[in-house]
């Protein structure tokens, strides 16, 4: 990773090079305004020399054509693209936060395991993302986008838990200006599905797959199929692999039906598009995965969240990535690259440089920063007072002396009373004894119907519409209060088109729901 202090290119300060491959270059960068205006981006660019490779060329304008017709909050978008001094580049949404693979390490590395909730909120917002790009339309005609690389090394996830997909630069649209040849296979083979990685036609249910594969990689720990490149793809079509409650066994029977459909060799038994796969996950209620992937970011990278941190996108190589037969494995993002010769080129490995804002002035900052603690209740003893620090930080760490204890003012002792004569004891009549009396259970409170409480439900109508829930309008994207149980979604546009949706909410859920009226 190169620090690069004051390079401008056109109208953006190059900041730093988080990775290079054999064809194109990425930096953090900041876009630069009129008055002072600064805003953190993320600049590609092909490298010097490398204009002259026509195909190349077409692939790198042909991910910026696609993903500018995609607006969608789980998508990296691409906000400019343009040529200076000869070079092209495309200026790219900055995420602050780190790709999935690296979540995942810093998981394993603690010797923990990831969160089944938080693991299948990743997976579905993956799923929100393919299904807005399946379903994209441009002035009517559909676009068939089919991403062909998702991965964890291209699923981006933020400090503060928002996910978002990344690299389309081998998606296959019906407006690419390079187009496949033959039976070319493009994609990383441990996440490709079998009719991919066996060069047969394919659809968006090859991007079900590779999210099955990434799913299964976060709650295991591994990936479901390993091995040799034949291997690979053999295991894959039979199926062979532990399964997930082996590994996992507190989820349960309808956690890992949903899993194994992601995954089904056989086509036609998978889930036939994104949408079906978001009503099965939404209807498994692990309504608290978007709070737990929000609180292992705030423990894996304490004081992240307000930092400025270069997105680091560079993967661990897959095993044999390159020499694969089939595999043409060209990724205009950081995750993967290939050189002029065809052989893929691994960018080195980064060390991540925080640029901070200026900020207000703050507590002297620690002499050593912890990468990753979870702070289950580290206890510290000041004098009298206990403090429970549940932060990545204690003050013995940080350095800053601990606070004086506080000094109770002595308390004066009252002035002391001459000795009191003895009271003495009256003497109590005699009373009669008395028969016990019987004592009479009290009667039970009246039986009370536990609350229910009450589900939460908000729809987002892609691209736009009316939106009725059993028949009553409400607004979009904002939440509703529901009782448990079905409820029926319709979304209408001018012009008669119409998407409806079936949901089953449970008590306190808390769903957000995406329509898309194609």
């Given amino acids: 990773m190169e620090r690069v202090d ?36 993320c600049i590609k660019r092909i490298l010097p020399g490398q204009s002259r490779d026509r195909a190349f060329v077409e692939m790198f304008i042909d991910e910026a054509r696609i993903c500018s017709r995609l607006r969608h909050s789980n998508i990296v978008s691409i906000d400019d693209f343009g040529e200076i001094d000869g070079r092209l580049f495309a200026c790219m949404e900055w995420v602050n936060g780190v790709d999935a693979s690296k979540v995942l390490r810093a998981v394993t590395q603690q010797g923990r395991t990831f969160p089944v909730d938080a693991a299948f909120f990743l997976a579905a917002e993956v ?20 991403h062909r690389d998702v ?11 928002e996910v978002k997909l990344t ?5 296959r649209a019906t407006t690419r200006l390079h187009q496949t040849q033959g039976d070319l ?68 029977e309808a956690q890992a039906a949903v899993l194994d459909r ?61 020499s694969l037969p089939l595999a043409d494995t060209i990724s205009l993002a950081a995750s993967e690259m290939v050189g002029p010769n065809g052989t893929a080129v691994s960018p080195p490995a980064p060390a991540p440089v925080a640029y901070a804002p200026p900020a207000p002035a703050a507590p002297p900052a620690p ?10 209740g580290t206890v510290a003893f000041f004098g009298v007072m206990s403090t429970v620090a549940l932060g990545a930080y204690t003050f013995a760490q940080s350095g800053a002396a601990p606070p004086p204890a506080p000094v109770a003012a002595p308390i004066a002792a009252p002035p002391s009373a001459p000795p009191s004569a003895p009271l003495a004891r009256p003497e109590l009549p005699a009373e009669p004894i008395r028969a016990p009396i019987p004592e009479v259970a009290p009667a039970p409170p009246p039986a009370v119907a536990p609350a229910v409480a009450p589900a939460q439900l908000s729809v987002v109508p892609m691209p736009w519409g009316r939106v009725t829930v059993d028949g009553r309008a409400v607004a979009t994207r904002q939440w509703v209060s529901l009782p448990p149980g079905p409820h029926r979604v319709v979304v209408r546009q001018d012009g008669g088109r119409s998407a409806s949706r079936t949901v089953t909410l449970a008590p306190g859920q808390r769903l957000s729901l995406t329509v898309p009226v194609r």
């Fill in 167 to 171: 690299d389309f630069g081998i998606a």
């Fill in 262 to 322: 992601l995954l089904e060799a056989d086509v036609e038994r998978r889930w036939p598009n994104a949408s079906e796969a978001i009503d099965a996950i939404a209807a498994l209620s692990l309504s608290t995965g978007e709070r737990t992937l929000s609180a292992l970011m705030a423990e894996l990278y304490p004081n992240q969240g307000s930092v400025v941190t270069p997105r680091v996108v560079a993967p661990t190589p897959i095993q044999g990535a390159a």
């Fill in 127 to 146: 799923l929100r993302a393919l299904e807005y790009a399946h379903g994209k339309r441009d002035g009517g005609r559909q676009l068939q986008i089919v």
């Fill in 185 to 252: 296979v493009k994609g990383k083979l441990a996440y490709m599905a079998p009719e991919q990685a066996l060069g047969k036609s394919l659809d968006g249910r090859v991007d079900l797959f590779a999210v099955g594969v990434m799913l299964y990689e976060l709650l295991a720990g591994r990936r479901p199929y390993g091995g040799a490149h034949h291997d690979i793809v053999l295991a894959a079509i039979q199926g062979q692999r532990t399964p997930i409650r082996a590994l996992r066994p507190e989820m349960t």
């Fill in 367 to 376: 002499p050593q920063r912890l990468g990753v603690m979870v702070a289950l």
């Fill in 151 to 161: 991965s964890p090394h291209n699923v981006l996830v933020s400090y503060l838990g």
């Fill in 6 to 41: 004051g390079g401008t290119f056109g109208q953006y300060l190059l900041k730093e090079r988080i990775a290079q491959g054999g064809m194109a270059e990425i930096f953090a960068a900041e876009r630069l305004g009129a008055r002072e205006f600064r805003r953190e981006v």
